[in-house]
């Protein structure tokens, strides 16, 4: 599934609030270490193995309401959403860790 840039908050409510599972990168373009792992998030989009579950992306720089309703304070942060509720988060860029928190999310943890 491809990845979804989120540019308003009308579409960050309702990514987050669909069936199923929503995953959505906060970002800083301008920040090593989200220009790191961002190339990786994209991966996961296309990746068979995480097909049900959705991304998006967001620039807090240009969606900056978004960033601070979603209480984003660091770059990258992910958020994992299933059925509407917020599940888990992961702030980092670490691959390993977020492909862990990934699987925790669509094992139901």
Request: proline share 6%.
């Amino acid at each position: 599934m491809p990845l979804t840039v989120i540019k308003s908050q009308d579409e960050y409510l309702r990514a987050i609030k669909e069936s199923g599972v929503s995953a959505v990168e906060f970002v800083a373009p301008w920040d090593e270490s989200c220009k790191a792992i961002s190339p990786k998030f994209q991966e996961y989009a296309n990746n068979p193995r995480w097909s049900s579950m959705r991304f998006y992306k967001v620039d807090i720089c240009d969606q900056q309401d978004v960033a601070m309703d979603a209480h984003v304070e660091l770059a990258p942060t992910f958020h994992f959403y299933r059925d509407g509720a917020k599940v888990k988060e992961y702030v980092g860029s670490s691959y390993p860790a977020l492909e862990r928190t990934m699987g925790s999310v669509m094992n139901g943890q």
